[in-house]
């Protein structure tokens, strides 16, 4: 079995994916910079007893590297791990500038759209919310915006009379009160902009109304029946990147 990890800005996500490309667990854990070996290793224990050929990591988060590579190697015993970068063998070309600065889950992302077609946007609503373009096997690039928590926490923050919500339960579109309005701003509103930036790239590009948008990310959620032009929702969308890739390093 291999392992991969996506470690992120804001949650860190594990899969492990059997020699067939079946993923058949995942884990989920909040993202903790300057995190020790044991604090680590006790998160993994749901994977303790498991065999894993190798792992391979996209990090956003370098200065935990280090940790991970130690932590996986000692603890769970995995004798090959690796951590993705540009100059992999991708199936795609990078076509952008400053390729050293891109977020390598932005990458994986691209890997796994490989498997919808040769051209597709993908939407990764999570710590940010990503959009990038896949054109014939060519990552042309895309947009980076807050994501939606980090925009209903900074509203809360700079306003003396809004504070922070949930997300739990019916979020209705029309809100009765400061509470439901909230909630509506931002999953109503964050829904919408998702579907006019997608619209936008689609006509600025000419895309087909066959290209595919595949939605990922722990936002993403909140996309599911409130817009129109995504067409594939992939939870685990940057760890099948990841293990694509794999089986290519």
Same mark, same amino acid.
């Given at each position: 079995?291999?392992? +991969? ?10 899969? #492990? ?7 058949? *667990?995942?884990l %989920? !854990?909040?993202?903790?910079?300057g995190?020790?070996?044991?604090s ?6 749901? &994977? !303790? ?17 280090? @940790?991970w590579?130690?932590?996986?190697t ?15 063998p991708?199936? !795609? ?13 932005r ?7 490989? %498997? #919808? ?11 940010? +919310?990503?959009?990038? &373009? ?10 980076i915006?807050?994501?939606l ?5 900074? @509203?809360?923050e700079? *306003? ?23 909630r ?9 902009s998702?579907d ?16 595919p948008?595949?939605? +990922?990310g722990? #936002? ?5 029946n %409130?817009?129109?032009n995504?067409?594939? &929702?992939?939870?685990?969308?940057? @760890?099948?990147? @990841?293990?694509?890739? *794999?089986?290519?390093?």
């Amino acid at each position: 079995m291999v392992l +991969t990890v996506d470690i992120g800005n804001t949650d860190t996500v594990l899969a #492990y994916f059997s020699s067939m490309g079946d993923c058949d *667990s995942t884990l %989920r !854990f909040s993202t903790v910079k300057g995190q020790n070996g044991a604090s680590l290793t006790k998160e993994l224990t749901p &994977f !303790f007893g498991k065999v894993f050929s190798a792992a391979i990591i996209a990090s956003v988060v370098p200065e935990l590297n280090n @940790l991970w590579k130690e932590v996986l190697t000692e603890s769970l015993r995995i004798s090959s791990v690796s951590f993705v970068g540009v100059d992999i063998p991708w199936g !795609f070309r990078i076509g952008v500038e400053e390729r050293e600065r891109i977020g390598h889950d932005r990458l994986c992302n691209m890997e796994a759209a490989l %498997r #919808y077609g040769n051209t597709a946007v993908v939407v990764d609503a999570g710590t940010a +919310t990503k959009f990038d &373009f896949l054109e014939e096997e060519i990552f042309q690039g895309g947009a980076i915006a807050p994501g939606l928590g980090i925009s209903c926490n900074a @509203l809360a923050e700079r *306003s003396t009379q809004l504070f922070k919500i949930s997300f739990d339960g019916v979020i209705p579109l029309v809100g009765k009160n400061t509470k439901e309005a909230l909630r509506s701003g931002a999953v109503n509103v964050f829904a919408a902009s998702v579907d006019g930036m997608i619209e936008k790239i689609f006509a600025e590009k000419k895309l087909g109304k066959s290209t595919p948008v595949i939605a +990922t990310g722990g #936002y993403a959620v909140f996309l599911q029946n %409130r817009t129109k032009n995504i067409t594939h &929702f992939s939870p685990n969308h940057t @760890l099948e990147g @990841l293990y694509a890739i *794999s089986k290519k390093i």
